[in-house]
């Protein structure tokens, strides 16, 4: 049984030479690629989902610093529509009320 990081190398039985081990490492390496991509995707989309509630009219007038959270689910959104396998993710805005 393969684990949730592993997929099926599918044998492609009319290839004249058999798979190498270079086709395998570079299978696997695709593959670690493409989680670290989809999970920089499932990251971003959870942090737009937490600070949801700061882009709210009133909660952004209430706020002493509503840019810096604008920008910051700006950043968060771009790795979301272009997710990267090494992503940075922006430093969460203090929370600063008008009080």
């Known amino acids: 049984s393969l684990g949730e990081d592993q997929e099926w190398i599918i044998p492609n039985w009319e290839q ?3 798979f190498t081990w270079e ?8 593959t670690a690629t493409n989680r670290a991509i ?8 959870k942090l737009l989902a937490d600070s949801d509630w700061s ?5 952004q007038a209430s706020l ?5 959270w604008i920008n910051y689910r700006e950043s ?4 979301f529509l272009n997710p990267v396998a090494n992503a940075s993710f922006p430093t969460l805005p ?5 009080i």
Do not use: G, M, S, Y
């Open 16 to 18: 004249e030479q058999p």
């Open 23 to 30: 086709d395998i490492e570079q299978h696997f390496e695709t």
């Open 38 to 45: 989809q999970k920089c995707k499932t990251e971003a989309r």
């Open 55 to 59: 882009v709210t009219p009133d909660v």
């Open 64 to 68: 002493q610093n509503p840019l810096d």
């Open 76 to 79: 968060v959104r771009r790795l």
């Open 94 to 98: 203090e929370v600063r009320w008008n």
